[in-house]
């Protein structure tokens, strides 16, 4: 049986960046309501939702308060029931961000918890007398003592973002309920932020995939999830293919899919932070895709497909050529990814081609918290600034956040105000209004791509082979039993060769002009496209 998410697009809204509706500069609820339209028109099946939830926006909404209200910056329930509602008039699913591995420090868990040492809630979170040497991934140590009590707890992500303990049944019935009372009110599904963390054995040392992991997913899908139809992924960052399987694998009774971080690890160099980036090495990419399409068998679990999310850089600035060939490799990228077995995310701002953000070399417009953590150890480090704003332009998670760009008005229709990010200057150039006039822009190859996969069942269910070919080509075939698809890019600025026995039969899509011969056949820059073959 095919579910629905297996032919849907999946669209990440973070909703600060998305659309002011009341002019406070920062995006909300109603502003996305107002774009409901666009997104039924760019043919998405649903929206992914970063969260909404009550927060002191320590980490833009990663740190949540109350898991059943809506941050007033963004609205209120009735502006959420709003949205499920209009988004379903469109046959559009809204996924909920479930953030889940830990809490904000002003959650009333850990409010009781730090101010009563004897309440049942002091054990929601992790407290030890003696930290041991576990890093929080925003850089320091993962333990932040506390005056009161007198203990160390567990942050693996802000010190304002206390981890849960999952081991406590209490804490455990607790998710659960809150996960039925947004399923009631008739969401698509939950994205699941670092879930791989939930089973952590901080003694152990152990932060990811932990011993009790998958116990913990099996009774969350019998609590929440059983016999429902709903989309659940989960952000993996250390998921092999093999892991993947036990997480997706319909038998096991987990989630639907995951994201893994694979391909996306080629941004950066071997062994080295994040902070230091690398150009694309297209065998490698190769090699990561072909093997999670062959390791994942379909039968034993999905996968997911993505480029850019709210963490990640813009994929056309890091790895595209965002000067020459902007809108050319933005489809070549869509081409590739889109055609691949798996469900598609794209991040907003993606379909139009947005680029990552110009950040002056004063670091005032920083306003992520790991940037800002990063930009402290580096200059203690005694590195230079130019070299500091040079990785912050590159890989900073502020890139994906700036403002989403809807029409070369000022504030590029965004906002009438001032935004909480500045708005990238190239706006008046990229932009909404710009990509639906043009027929031939980058909007419609990603509508063209959505719209193939929710009709054609062989994106789904055919084989995949690799074919070989020079370095920068990406050749591949989707194999059913009485058709085959060739997927054909180059990802380079140059020329290049391919040639093939196979014969045309029919162009599926091409950003390009489609080649009368697989003969000797010479590749322009960045040239992509999908051809039915014999």
Same mark, same amino acid.
């Given at each position: 049986m ?20 009341? /002019? ?5 609820l ?7 339209d666009?997104?039924?028109e760019?043919?998405i099946?649903?929206? #992914? ?6 927060s ?7 740190d949540?308060?109350?898991?059943e ?6 609205? /209120? ?5 709003? +949205?499920?509602?209009?988004a379903k &008039?469109?046959?559009i699913?809204?996924?909920?961000? =479930? ?10 868990w850990?409010? *009781? ?5 004897n ?9 030890r007398?003696?930290?041991?040497? +576990? ?9 932040q003592?506390d005056?009161t009590?007198?203990?160390?707890? +567990? ?21 659960y309920?809150?996960?039925?009372? #947004?399923?009631d $009110? ?15 054995? @901080?003694?152990?040392?152990?932060? *990811?995939?932990? @011993?009790?992991l ?10 929440t ?5 709903l ?18 694998n ?7 899919m995951?994201f893994?971080? %694979? ?13 230091d980036?690398?150009? =694309? ?17 379909p039968?034993e ?13 813009r ?11 902007r ?6 990228f869509?081409?590739?990814?889109? +055609?691949? &077995? ?17 950040? $002056?070399?004063?670091?005032?417009e920083i ?10 150890e580096?200059?203690?480090?005694g ?7 040079e990785?912050i &332009?590159?890989?900073? &998670? ?17 906002s ?10 190239n706006?008046?150039?990229i932009?909404v209004? $710009? ?10 190859t ?12 062989w994106?789904?269910d ?7 070919t ?5 050749a591949?075939l ?5 058709? *085959?698809?060739?997927?054909?890019v180059?990802?380079s600025d %140059? *020329?290049?060769?391919?040639t093939?026995n ?20 010479t590749? %322009?820059?960045w ?8």
């Open positions: 095919k579910h629905w998410w297996q032919k849907a697009t999946i669209y990440q809204i973070y909703p600060k960046s998305f659309k002011d509706s009341n /002019d406070d500069g920062i995006g909300d109603q502003g996305i309501i107002e774009k409901l666009y997104l039924e760019l043919g099946s649903a929206i #992914w939702l970063s969260p909404v939830y009550q002191p926006m320590d980490d833009n909404g990663y949540i308060s109350d898991y209200k809506i941050a007033e910056c963004f609205g /209120d329930m009735s502006d959420m029931d709003e +949205l499920l509602l209009e &008039r469109r046959g699913r809204i996924i909920m961000d =479930l953030v889940v591995n830990h809490t904000s420090d002003e959650h009333a850990f409010v *009781t918890a730090k101010e009563n040492p309440s049942p809630e002091r054990d929601f979170y992790i407290w007398d003696q930290p041991n040497a +576990l890093e929080s991934i925003f850089g320091g140590s993962a333990w003592y005056e009590s007198q203990q160390y707890y +567990l942050h693996l992500f802000s010190k304002k973002q206390p981890d849960l303990n999952w081991e406590n049944p209490a804490l455990r019935q607790k998710v309920d809150m996960m039925n009372f #947004w399923i $009110k008739g969401i698509g599904g939950f994205r699941m932020d670092v879930i791989d963390m939930i089973g952590k054995a @901080p003694d152990k040392g152990i932060t *990811t995939n932990g @011993p009790k998958h116990d913990y997913l099996k009774e969350m899908h019998q609590a999830l059983k016999d429902k139809d989309l659940t992924v989960g952000e993996t960052w250390g998921a092999t293919p093999a892991i993947a399987k036990a997480y997706s319909p038998d096991n009774h987990e989630l639907s995951v893994q971080f %694979e391909h996306i690890g080629l941004q950066h160099l071997d062994n080295h932070p994040k902070w980036f690398t150009s =694309l090495d297209v065998p490698r990419l190769k090699a990561i895709f072909s093997k999670w399409q062959i390791e994942l068998d039968t679990g999905w996968n997911s497909l993505f480029w850019n999310n709210h963490d990640l850089p994929v056309l600035s890091i790895w595209g050529n965002e000067m020459t060939y809108e050319k490799s933005g489809k070549a869509a081409i590739l990814l889109h +055609l691949l &077995r798996g469900t598609p995310y794209i991040y907003q701002g993606e379909e139009i081609g947005m680029l990552n953000y110009p950040f $002056k070399a004063d670091f005032s306003e992520d918290i790991e940037s800002r953590n990063f930009i402290a580096a200059r203690q480090a590195k230079q600034e130019e070299t500091i704003i990785s &332009r590159k890989v900073s &998670r502020d890139n994906a956040r700036t403002p989403m760009q809807w029409d070369d008005s000022p504030q590029a229709g965004f009438t105000t001032k935004p909480w990010l500045p708005v990238n200057p706006y008046q150039t932009n209004a $710009k990509a639906l006039a043009d027929k031939n822009s980058l909007f419609y990603y509508q063209a791509l959505i719209k193939l996969r929710k009709e054609e069942d994106l789904v055919a084989d995949y082979e690799l074919l070989e020079s370095s920068k080509v990406f591949y989707r194999k059913t039993t009485d058709k *085959t698809y060739l997927v054909l180059n990802l %140059e *020329t290049q060769s391919f093939s196979y014969t045309i039969k029919d162009t599926i899509i091409t950003n390009t002009k489609t080649p009368q011969t697989l003969e000797n056949l590749l %322009e820059p040239d992509a496209f999908c051809l039915e073959v014999d």
